[in-house]
């Protein structure tokens, strides 16, 4: 089973903008295919220890740190965030990061 977003965008944007991502629960990748039709993979684990939620970010200090994580996680579910973001929920129960277009393109390459 894997959980599909595909994004609806007006045919006059472009740029880096996914036009789906695709979690496989099997391999633990979220898939990110841009509108130009490059594919992008990211693993849960990564997005996880990533998180942009001032949980993971500490309030206020402006600087991205990631954490480490010693357990197995998989993304539980995905859901768009106006325009801009999609909100991952993970099976830790860590929900609060949303996760801008140019966060996960980042965090893919």
Do not use: C
């Amino acid at each position: 089973p894997q959980d599909i977003w595909r994004a609806s965008l007006m045919a006059t944007e472009r740029g880096e903008w996914p036009e789906e991502l695709r979690y496989e629960r099997a391999s633990g990748l979220l898939h990110i295919t841009l509108l130009d039709g490059s594919k992008h993979s990211v693993s849960a684990k990564t997005l996880r220890e990533n998180s942009p939620s001032a949980e993971v970010q500490g309030h206020g200090h402006g600087t991205h740190q990631s954490i480490s994580i010693d357990y197995p996680v998989t993304i539980s579910r995905m859901a768009p965030v106006g325009r801009y973001a999609v909100r991952l929920v993970f099976d830790d129960g860590h929900d609060s990061g949303l996760y801008t277009w140019p966060l996960l393109l980042k965090l893919s390459r």
